[in-house]
C-alpha cells in the first residue's frame, strides 16, 4: 500500500508491506500484474505465465518421484501418493 502518495516526488511515497515473509512457497504471485502494470507485452507475460506452470508441475513431479522412491513407504503411503501422481498428470 502506497502512503503520502507524491506524483511529483515519487522519492518521497511511503510503502507500507500488507503481508509479511514466511517459510515455504507463497500461494500466489503478483510478479505478472506487475509485469502488466510496468507495460510488458501480453504476449511476454503469457510466455512467462505457461512456463511458470510447467515448471510448478515439474516441481510437483519431482516431489512425489522423491517422496515414491527417496524412501521406504508403506502400502496406505503408497496409495495417497498414486492418488497425487495422477492429479499431476
Not at 9 to 22: G, H, N, R
Not at 28 to 46: D, E, M
Not at 50 to 63: C, P, S
Amino acid at each position: 500500500m502506497v502512503e503520502n502518495e507524491n506524483e511529483e516526488d515519487p522519492s518521497q511515497e511511503t510503502v507500507t508491506f500488507l503481508y509479511k515473509f514466511a517459510s515455504g512457497a507463497c500461494p500466489k504471485s503478483y510478479g505478472f500484474n506487475a509485469a502488466r502494470l510496468a507495460g510488458i507485452s501480453s504476449n511476454i507475460i503469457r510466455v512467462g505465465y505457461n512456463k511458470a506452470v510447467q515448471l510448478e508441475k515439474e516441481g510437483e513431479r519431482r516431489k512425489l518421484f522423491y517422496q515414491l522412491f527417496g524412501k521406504r513407504q508403506n502400502s496406505s503411503d503408497i496409495a495417497s501418493l498414486i492418488e497425487q501422481i495422477h492429479t499431476v498428470l
